[in-house]
């Protein structure tokens, strides 16, 4: 078994954070993006994960220094007097290490450092047919609602995990 630790973001991270974002999306959402139009999404994830206070990412990192995956507690309400609250569960799992325990691992250590953060909820939108995730995500969650796919979105279960401080 590849043993790997798991620590808080830093800046250089960040290429290797969006590559693994970006060889997920056909699982994660059922469409593929092309390098050449990742800029405006690369934009996107790098203020979330440079500029916005609060977001936080961490990084598994195997023994070889490498980047296998990853996770991020994102803002998902505007309001600036609730933000603080509730987050956005990423996982992202580099495709050579889908078969391991990192998934699990990256978000049982987000949903620690949420307590530590005063985060009270957090929300995870995951594709129905994702099984991995499904799986890791109903093991932490208190609320799973079933969204019926539209015209732009896959079919998607919506987690709410309750983060108990």
Do not use: C
Not at 13 to 42: C, H, M, R
Not at 106 to 114: D, T
């Amino acid at each position: 078994m590849n043993s790997y630790i798991i620590r808080n973001s830093r800046k250089e991270d960040f290429e290797s954070v969006f590559a693994i974002w970006l060889e997920n999306q056909s699982q994660a959402i059922g469409k593929t993006v092309s390098a050449k139009t990742a800029e405006p999404y690369k934009n996107e994830l790098y203020h979330q994960f440079n500029d916005d206070k609060y977001s936080h990412f961490y990084i598994a990192e195997n023994s070889k220094n490498q980047i296998i995956g990853w996770q991020a507690l994102l803002s998902v309400i505007s309001n600036p007097l609730l933000k603080m609250y509730a987050a956005q569960s990423n996982t992202y799992v580099t495709k050579d290490y889908h078969d391991s325990d990192i998934g699990y691992q990256l978000v049982a250590h987000a949903v620690n450092e949420a307590k530590r953060h005063g985060i009270e909820q957090i929300y995870g939108w995951v594709k129905a047919d994702n099984s991995a995730i499904n799986k890791i995500a109903q093991k932490f969650t208190s609320l799973k609602l079933d969204i019926t796919k539209t015209d732009n979105l896959p079919d998607i279960n919506l987690y709410v995990i309750q983060v108990s401080h």
